[in-house]
Nanobody, 121 residues
Framework: QVSLAESGGGPAQAGGSLRLSCVAF????????MAWVRQGPGKERERVAT???????TYADSVKGRFTISKDSAKMTLYLEMRSLKVEDTGMYYC???????????????WGPGTRVTVSS
């Protein structure tokens, strides 16, 4: 079973930037897909960005043009660069992973504990 650990969360000002990281430990699927999922106070969980084994990325409309998902396979690390932060970006951010056939169904079976992002005006 894969273990994921997020870092990089914290306070930020609106208009500022943060970079989140997610390190994967243990077994990794040779063909895997990963995502960043967030949940703000009183909000439903939202999949904000995904990346597949080939590096192809997708973004939620709410973050498109502001967030960038990337990965460093050698370091087994997933990143989320967040720019032009808005108060609405506040929430817990989770790294998630699955085999891509599961990700295609919108499901992820491995999750990190999350890192909190708080954006103030």
């Amino acid at each position: 079973q894969v273990s994921l650990a997020e870092s990089g969360g914290g306070p930020a000002q609106a208009g500022g930037s943060l970079r989140l990281s997610c390190v994967a430990f243990g077994y990794n699927y040779s063909s895997h897909c990963m995502a960043w999922v967030r949940q703000g106070p009183g909000k439903e969980r939202e999949r904000v960005a995904t990346i597949d084994s080939s590096g192809s990325a997708t973004y939620a409309d709410s973050v498109k043009g502001r967030f960038t998902i990337s990965k460093d396979s050698a370091k087994m690390t997933l990143y989320l660069e967040m720019r032009s932060l808005k108060v609405e970006d506040t929430g817990m951010y989770y790294c998630a992973q699955s085999a891509c056939w599961l990700a295609d169904q919108g499901e992820y079976n491995y999750w990190g504990p999350g890192t909190r992002v708080t954006v103030s005006s």
